[in-house]
């Protein structure tokens, strides 16, 4: 699963972040949140905004202990999404002749 993420920290529309989500920052969400990306649930802003916090973290940035911090001291920020995951990774083998 691959998401693009908006991350606008003021809110203001001015310098917006893009980053994309990995499998790492989706299985590290899994296991945070006790939750399964096929559980047919949906996504919200939980998701994308754990996604993002952990996407920020792997890049080294110095947040907060925990997503919910964040969000915290953050409230004004703006997290949208948009989902980037190949429908159909791979293509039928070609049948020898």
Known sequence: MKVKLFI???????????VFTN????????????RRAS??????M????VWAYLTLKM????LPDT?????????EM????EDKTDVNPTEAA???N
Do not use: A
């Not at 559980?39 to 919200?44: K, P, V």
């Not at 939980?46 to 905004?49: I, P």
């Not at 703006?78 to 999404?81: F, V």
């Open 39 to 44: 559980d047919g649930r949906g996504f919200g």
């Open 94 to 96: 070609t049948v020898g």
């Open 8 to 18: 606008d920290r003021k809110g203001d529309g001015e310098n917006i972040e893009t």
């Open 67 to 75: 997503w919910r911090e964040w969000v915290k001291e953050n409230p």
């Open 23 to 34: 499998l790492f920052v989706i299985t590290e969400w899994e296991r945070i949140e006790n």
């Open 78 to 81: 703006i997290i949208t999404s």
């Open 59 to 62: 890049r080294g940035e110095k």
């Open 46 to 49: 939980t998701e994308v905004t």
